[in-house]
T-cell receptor, first 112, second 111 residues
Framework: GAGVSQSPRYKVAKRGQDVALRCDPISGHVSLFWYQQALGQGPEFLTYFQNEAQLDKSGLPSDRFFAERPEGSVSTLKIQRTQQEDSAVYLC??????????FGPGTRLTVT | KNEVEQSPQNLTAQEGEFITINCSYSVGISALHWLQQHPGGGIVSLFMLSSGKKKHGRLIATINIQEKHSSLHITASHPRDSAVYICAANAGGTSYGKLTFGQGTILTVHP
């Protein structure tokens, strides 16, 4: 496919479970971003990768959040010991540096 | 105070009306983005601009760097324009495009 894809689209986790969210960026896009969007709010920045290097993780809300992009393509956002406040839509976007970002459809995480 | 603020938060219009959504930001920016998000859908980039004005079909985006203000206009609005419109600032301190988002404007266009 030509666009950014994310999986799963929906995830329900019991509080305390670990989850892993996947992002497949557009081929050749060096930059990859993760955002968190709470219900009724605008997205908020979580972390940024340039190729495989995580250059900015200032938006990760706690040390339970971890992201990786080991080969500079697919990225995984992992949340350990999920809490109810982690319920949100997690968006991934990719781009060429300095150009417009292309967003994936998001993963809606519900923690019960 | 948020770094990026939009107004109005909710906007209802009749089909055919001219619509304006405003965005003010308090940070220095290298670019300002306008994005569209449909319910249950992903986010689509409409415009990325750093000065002046851009037009695409019935959509027009303007920015005034001195006043730190941008507007998104929709001419001859249509029910299919109903969506959430989000402005986002690419803060000037980063070269890689880290975005700070407004809270979004929910637009509903009635037939």
């Amino acid at each position: 496919g030509a666009g950014v894809s994310q999986s799963p689209r929906y995830k329900v986790a019991k509080r305390g479970q670990d989850v892993a969210l996947r992002c497949d960026p557009i081929s050749g896009h060096v930059s990859l971003f993760w955002y968190q969007q709470a219900l009724g709010q605008g997205p908020e920045f979580l972390t940024y990768f340039q190729n495989e290097a995580q250059l900015d993780k200032s938006g990760l809300p706690s040390d339970r959040f971890f992201a990786e992009r080991p080969e500079g393509s697919v990225s995984t956002l992992k949340i350990q010991r999920t809490q109810q406040e982690d319920s949100a839509v997690y968006l991934c976007a990719s781009s060429l540096p300095g150009y417009e970002q292309y967003f994936g459809p998001g993963t809606r995480l519900t923690v019960t | 105070k948020n770094e990026v603020e939009q107004s109005p938060q909710n906007l209802t219009a009749q089909e055919g009306e001219f619509i304006t959504i405003n965005c003010s930001y308090s940070v220095g920016i290298s670019a300002l983005h306008w994005l569209q998000q449909h319910p249950g859908g992903g986010i689509v980039s409409l415009f990325m601009l750093s000065s002046g004005k851009k037009k695409h079909g019935r959509l027009i985006a303007t920015i005034n760097i001195q006043e730190k203000h941008s507007s998104l206009h929709i001419t001859a609005s249509h029910p299919r324009d109903s969506a959430v419109y989000i402005c986002a600032a690419n803060a000037g301190g980063t070269s890689y495009g880290k975005l700070t988002f407004g809270q979004g404007t929910i637009l509903t266009v009635h037939p």
